[in-house]
């Protein structure tokens, strides 16, 4: 601690250091091993009495604890006390060994029978706070420490747990003012600590599961559930919020059965009833929407996708789904814009969702941004190697941005990559006239442009208009490469503008009556 102040925690009755209470309650527990007590018989003798007996299968519970065989040693202190049920040691004993196998409310009813049998009996006091401490009772706990007090005014394990019932309730409360200022992670902080004081706390426990959704852990959240639903099984309140942690993961089904049982349990329970209510509808709303776009109804589909998104804007785990199938809707009906902001948010919601990066890919491609798109493909190649045709898909799209790259001479032409020969020989006659350095040389700036388009028209009349190079083209190879080794440089565009209208310029063209029909 006086390396890391922050571990000291502060109360009314002075500051305590975690790591030092946990070592003390350690070296306690192993304080606590089981006594031996006053009675004893000569083990020659060939009647033994009860009390004998019973002495003989403490010692035997004895031996087994010290090796650690608790379960055992709870065996023989039960056959003790079976003997000679009003000797307090041995249900201290066993209230010793329940402590280590974790069975803290069995090990209270255990130490609260010592200060039943007898009242001055400093160590039931003590173990019994103990017990409430670890159950997180803190007021109980406080109560049985406060009576061990006065019978030994200076006893260290006494002053200890005391010290310890401080600090919990401050922790508590730190969780909460944290909570409250919206901050989780060190809410989570102080409850997790307290926590470890009370491990056997249902109460600490929900509300670290709490906060487990507030910070949004949702996995967390649902493993923290599943270890407190063990043992209350029919608590309500927990079956509410393991519902809620189940629901917020994603697992509608079994979200809906927590919250049914707790409403089977509690017809009353109004929290189970309202989520219930908004699980079922946020189903029905979606499958209706998957029905719709199956069916190719993708406007209804799309439509059904927005109310679905506007039930619940808290659950993360359904909206990415939500806007990743819109994204899908929005596609089917050219919105591809808006199909890439769905799965933008997709994404955003839940960052491991490789269905939303595999969907913006393909949009991507479709609005050619295909950096965005191989930076995609290659990540889900990363995520689930085991994709269907993911590599060819990242493959078809690192061809398309090398093809980038290049001129793109469907976009100098201002036509499709699928027109056809006289789409392509339209196109031409109409850049050409646009972009002829007759035409456009009222200054050195348009002349300069001009001359440029011109032969980048050319040049790609020149491929486009071949199919051999076209295919060449289009398959990726480079424009150096497509006329073998010489490339297309020599292209001259003038004598491909005089094979359409003739002459030698604009002049020429008579008034552009030269143009071929």
Known sequence: CQRNPQRRVHGGLGSVCVEAVRGLWLLDTMKDAPEKSDDSQDEEMVDVDPAAEAEAAKNRGNEEYKKRSYRDAVRHYSQAIDLKPQEPSYYANRAAAKLMLKDYDSALQDSLKTTELDPTYLKGYQRAGRCYLLLGK???????????????????????????VTQVAVLKDQADRYLNQNEPMRALSSIQ???????????????????????????QAVQASADLI???????ELLFWRG???????N??????????ALRLDPDDNKSRTLLKKVKQLETVKNQGNEAFKSGQNQEAYDLYTQALAIDPDNASMNAT???????AAQKLGKKEEALEDCNKAIELNEDYTKAYLRRATIEMALEQYEEAVRDFDKVAKMEPDTPGINQRLREANLELKKSKRKDYYKILEVSKTASDDEIKKAYRKMALKWHPDKNNENEEQKVLADKMFKDIGEAYAVLSDKQKRDRYDSGVDLEDLDGHRGHGGIDPTEIFQMFFGGGGMGGMGGMGGMMG
Not at 193 to 219: F, N
């Open 138 to 164: 803190l007021e109980e706990a406080k109560a049985q420490l406060m009576k061990a007090l006065p019978l030994e005014p200076t006893n260290k394990t006494t002053k200890d747990d005391l010290k310890a």
């Open 193 to 219: 600590q307290a926590l470890d004081i009370s491990p056997g706390s249902l109460d600490i426990g929900m509300k670290r599961l709490q906060i487990l959704l507030a910070a949004k852990k949702y996995d």
């Open 230 to 236: 063990q043992d209350n099984a029919q608590n309500t």
């Open 244 to 250: 809620k942690a189940l629901y917020l993961n994603g």
């Open 252 to 261: 509608q089904a079994m979200a809906v059965k927590h919250f049914q049982e």
């Open 322 to 328: 939500l806007y990743c199938n819109r994204a899908a």
